[in-house]
Nanobody
Framework: QVQLVESGGGLVQAGGSLRLSCVVSGGIFSASVMGWYRQVPGKQREVVARITGGGATDYAESVKGRFTISRDNAKKTVYLEMKNLKPEDTAVYYC????????WGRGTQVTVSS
């Protein structure tokens, strides 16, 4: 059973920064392409950043240049550094594989005030 535990969210003003973490247990991590997703009420969950096991990354256009995804395979942890946050970044953020494991974590709430 894979478990995903996200943390690091909070309330910040526009222009601020946050660093999210996601610890994975019970799954094969190092070879997995991992993603950070976000979801707002009434909308589908969207992937905002992806990282391969070797560290190659790509980003949604809406976050490119502001968010940085990274991973520590030894710690089975994936990170999302978020800078210059905007109110439209407000969402619950989740991590999972790009081809998701069936179970999702609780996510971590990010709220950006204007």
């Amino acid at each position: 059973q894979v478990q995903l535990v996200e943390s690091g969210g909070g309330l910040v003003q526009a222009g601020g920064s946050l660093r999210l973490s996601c610890v994975v247990s019970g799954g094969i991590f190092s070879a997995s392409v991992m993603g950070w997703y976000r979801q707002v009420p009434g909308k589908q969950r969207e992937v905002v950043a992806r990282i391969t096991g070797g560290g190659a990354t790509d980003y949604a256009e809406s976050v490119k240049g502001r968010f940085t995804i990274s991973r520590d395979n030894a710690k089975k942890t994936v990170y999302l550094e978020m800078k210059n946050l905007k109110p439209e970044d407000t969402a619950v953020y989740y991590c999972n594989r790009v081809v998701p494991w069936p179970s999702w974590g609780r996510g971590t709430q990010v709220t950006v005030s204007s």
